[in-house]
């Protein structure tokens, strides 16, 4: 017989909205980081509304590994580092945890890099010393602010994003053009336009998302009182798993939606006027201050300030929980920075390194690429491990995945091996 639900964790119908949204709604905000609005710029001043049928195309490929990743962390109380770390060979997990750390760190740099950029366009100054103090600002949140405190924040942060679909409808966009390239795309067969949705697809399915999503499920579990791991508890799993939905639909559907809004922004102003090389979030905004007005600027450039502050964190974070997981740390942005230093000091270091970056010769906008080919390289060896992970149940009990989602899942992964194969043979061309 099934033990009552504990009045601790009730059903989602009985919460409010904001309550259940939590890892996957941050997660799939911080997606659309300096980085991927650098990315989806490119696309849109490239190829017009060409690509936009991209965005809906990962939706449910983003909803499958994020759920997977969610439910590896509520079902067995350890996020992905700690299931590798044990459950498989020590030069995997070393690998796979190594690969992220090297990905996260750039990505970090060129994000630090987008948002110093931005503030000099909108009030002038150092845009060095901006980067700095992002850097400083991010990392002293993130260890000393209180985590209930600091995740409302991270939340409201998520709000940053809706300047993109401002400045969608303060342009001119002509709608039927976007429906007709989504329901009937205009696909091209050469390289450019195959680079094209390798880029869209590396930046939508990043590593670090998997990581931090069912990392901050464990501590999301832990903070809730009589919360338990499912492997441990399976009557909460009902409430748990229609909780996870809601928030992964939501958030993955916020992130393609606002992406979808900067491909239709950028294609409506900088394509049609024969504006096709954008190459940072900075130089896209920078374009639009003489194409669509300085309104529309301003709200580029502020989001893109918005949405790094949302993802500097995520990626220093997912980092550190990777990390100390996989060394037996003691980790959680819950604890306190003396009852886990070398957690925070990690938390510290990746952000120093992300802002060093930016005082080094290295092209920033070679630092986007790479990152964007970093994730795309580390996610494949990844997915396909929380793939095999989910399916043993000796690891996931009686929550082993569920056919439709590991169907999609192996879809998502395999999609993203065919991405990385036409990365590399693009090389080649």
Not at 17 to 30: Q, V
Not at 101 to 122: Q, S
Not at 172 to 193: C, E, F, G, H
Not at 422 to 427: I, K, L, Q, R
Request: hydrophobic fraction near 55%.
């Amino acid at each position: 017989m099934v033990a009552m639900e504990p009045k601790s964790t009730p059903r989602p119908s009985r919460l409010k909205l904001l309550r259940i949204l939590g890892p996957g709604l941050i997660t799939g905000a911080s997606d659309d980081d300096p980085s991927g609005i650098a990315t989806y710029s490119q696309v849109g001043a490239q190829f017009g509304y060409g690509l936009a049928w991209t965005l809906i195309f990962s939706y449910p490929l983003m909803v499958a590994i994020q759920m997977i990743s969610a439910r590896i962390g509520r079902v067995t109380g350890f996020g992905i580092a700690g299931n590798l770390r044990r459950h498989y060979p020590k030069w995997l997990s070393s690998g796979i945890v190594g690969l992220l750390l090297v990905a996260n760190i750039v990505n970090l740099g060129a994000d630090l890099g987008a948002m110093g950029a931005a503030l000099k366009l909108l009030i002038d100054g150092p845009a060095h010393l901006y980067v700095l103090l992002f850097g400083l600002l991010c990392a002293v949140l993130q260890i000393f602010m209180k985590y209930a405190r600091y995740v409302s924040v991270l939340k409201w942060l998520c709000f940053s994003l809706l300047s993109y679909v401002v400045c969608a409808f303060v342009v001119k966009v002509s709608w039927t053009q976007v429906a007709w390239s989504i329901l009937w795309p205009p696909i091209a067969l050469n390289a450019d336009y195959a680079m094209a949705v390798v880029a869209v697809l590396g930046t939508t399915i990043s590593p670090y998302l998997f990581f931090w999503q069912a990392e901050t499920e464990v501590e999301d579990q832990q903070e809730r009182d009589g919360a338990r791991p499912l492997v441990r508890a399976p009557e909460q799993a009902h409430s748990e798993f229609a909780r996870m939905r809601i928030d992964t639909y939501i958030g993955m559907a916020l992130s393609n939606i606002v992406a979808l809004f900067i491909v239709i922004t950028t294609a409506a102003t900088l394509n049609v006027k024969g504006v096709t090389d954008i190459q940072s979030a900075a130089q896209a905004a920078e374009a639009l201050r003489s194409l669509a007005g300085p309104f529309t600027f301003a709200i580029f450039a502020a989001g893109i300030i918005g949405t790094g502050l949302l993802a500097i964190p995520v990626l220093a974070g997912s980092a550190a929980y990777a990390a100390g997981e996989l060394f037996s740390w003691r980790v959680g942005l819950a604890r306190k920075p003396a009852r886990a230093k070398a957690f925070y000091v990690t938390i510290a270091a990746a952000t120093a390194i992300g802002v060093a970056l930016n005082f080094t010769s290295i092209n920033p906008i070679k630092a986007l690429y790479w990152s964007a080919v970093l994730n795309g390289v580390a996610a494949v060896p990844v997915m396909f491990v929380m793939m095999r992970l989910t399916m043993r149940p000796a690891i996931m009990g009686a929550f082993t995945l569920p056919r439709l989602l590991r169907v999609v899942g192996w879809l998502a992964t395999a999609a993203m091996a065919v991405t990385v194969v036409m990365m590399v043979a693009s090389w080649f061309l």
